[in-house]
């Protein structure tokens, strides 16, 4: 009977065991391959999806690491052949090249560190540091000139005694080294502090610069020594609103327009806005109001003037959206609108929405604050006018009432006049 250990040899010799060095493992894995593998080892991939798995490498015999088993379980040895531990692909970061903490970037043949903030170096070796420069004239400095500092530390310039730093107003300058190995600052001009408490009329800082002083003047004054007090109406800080007051040493006064309210006139309360677009007095032109219908040439769009006689009238037989329309040529802030019915009785419209915009094709209709279309009750008679306040001022330039229900004999004929009201 033959021993199992001369059995194994024997087949090593016919049968080509090869192994394969693994860098992780240190570990020698032999594969067995067939006749027809011998001149093709599998390539890398396969080596490792196979490592390990009895059987599966080179599709006879379990394997493994040194005294593995060979084929039927018989006890092999591995024998390393450095033409395919050639052939392991080699990750290079796995020496772990970079250092001080730079992360190892494989780039196939070779390496690329990303080092840290404040090293550099194909390895990440080299530490950044600046350069410590002279100290300025009549002043000192935090670090002795010459020496090396770090990257990201920082070095003190200090002014002498009664001196400031120029274009300042400290008497020290902190500057910090970059990773381009400069400092975030240049050594300092320290110069004599010329500036005293009275140089900027209280109203400013004053700045030394070299052989003069200047005043950055608090907003709201200007001049040389910041006495002068600028105008604060110059800003318009009342707009179109109201007008402006200002008496020197005092903060301006807006004086609010009616509807117009708070320190710069920035609230309207559109009850107090009484200002007619001009539907009623005719500057709104006949050209500019139109409707979606009308029932004849008596009673037209322009005929929907508040405080006039007659009124538009729809078609017999209205319908719901059944509209009115005035162009104001401008975009104009709205906050109100008022209607009445036909002059001569028995005709007008109870309820309506309002739609606004640039365009007559983009328009908008106000709507309430659960975000639905908001419905205004209009008239509930012919002649008594019925004003509503928008519940925000609106800007545009069209605004369109949209007819939804309207009183008339037999449901016969939406009846409007009209007004717009501004600030
Ligand atoms: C280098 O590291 C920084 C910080 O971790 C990272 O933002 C950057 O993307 C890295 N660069 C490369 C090329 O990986
Ligand atoms: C220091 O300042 C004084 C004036 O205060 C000036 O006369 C002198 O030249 C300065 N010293 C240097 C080294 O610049
Ligand atoms: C350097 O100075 C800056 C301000 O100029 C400061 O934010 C930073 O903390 C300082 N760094 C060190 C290391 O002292
Ligand atoms: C002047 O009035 C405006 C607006 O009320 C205010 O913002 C500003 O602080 C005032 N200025 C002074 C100096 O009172």
């Not at 490792?48 to 080179?58: D, E, M, S």
């Not at 070095?155 to 970059?178: E, K, M, P, S």
Request: a negative charge; proline letters at 6%; aromatic letters at 6%.
């Amino acid at each position: 009977m033959i021993s199992s250990r001369i059995l194994c040899m024997l087949l090593m010799t016919c049968s080509s065991w090869k192994g394969v060095m693994t860098l992780d493992r240190e570990a020698c894995m032999p594969i067995r391959l067939s006749p027809n593998q011998q001149d093709s080892l599998p390539d890398i991939e396969t080596l490792r999806t196979h490592r390990g798995l009895p059987g599966k490498a080179g599709g006879i015999g379990p394997v493994g690491p040194q005294g593995a088993q060979g084929p039927k379980g018989l006890p092999g040895t591995c024998v390393c052949d450095p033409s395919e531990i050639a052939q392991i692909h080699v990750d290079q970061c796995d020496h772990m090249p970079c250092k001080n903490g730079g992360t190892c970037i494989n780039d196939g043949n070779s390496y690329i560190c990303n080092c840290t903030d404040g090293y550099e170096g194909n390895d990440c070796t080299i530490r950044i540091q600046c350069v410590v420069p002279s100290a300025p004239n009549n002043g000192t400095i935090s670090r002795e000139s010459g020496q090396l500092v770090p990257y990201k530390e920082n070095i003190t310039y200090r002014c002498n005694d009664r001196h400031v730093v120029a274009y300042g107003v400290n008497n020290f300058l902190v500057a910090t080294c970059q990773k381009t190995k400069q400092w975030t600052k240049d050594t300092p001009v320290c110069v004599v502090d010329d500036c005293n408490p009275d140089s900027c009329s209280g109203r400013g800082t004053c700045i030394n610069q070299i052989g003069r002083t200047i005043c950055e003047c608090d907003e709201g004054y200007e001049g040389s020594d910041c006495s002068v007090q600028n105008n604060p109406c110059d800003l318009s800080p009342c707009g179109q609103r109201g007008i402006c007051v200002w008496e020197e040493d005092i903060n301006y006064t807006c004086r609010c327009r009616p509807g117009y309210h708070g320190t710069n006139c920035e609230t309207i309360i559109a009850s107090d806005c009484v200002r007619a677009v001009g539907m009623e007095d005719g500057r709104v032109g006949n050209n500019d109001i139109t409707a979606s219908r009308s029932l004849n040439s008596a009673h037209p769009p322009h005929k929907a003037r508040l405080g006039q006689t007659a009124s538009w009238l729809s078609p017999r037989s209205p319908q719901r959206d059944e509209w009115l329309q005035v162009d104001l040529k401008t975009s104009t802030t709205v906050v109100a609108v008022a209607t009445q019915g036909y002059s001569h009785g028995s005709y007008w419209t109870t309820s309506y929405k309002i739609a606004h915009g640039f365009t007559e094709n983009d328009l908008q209709i106000i709507q309430n604050n659960q975000g639905q279309d908001l419905i205004f009750q209009g008239n509930r008679d012919y002649n008594s006018v019925v004003r509503n306040n928008f519940p925000a001022p609106v800007t545009a330039r069209y605004f369109r009432l949209l007819v939804q229900t309207w009183h008339g004999p037999s449901g016969y004929y939406a009846a409007l006049r009209v007004e717009y009201y501004i600030c």
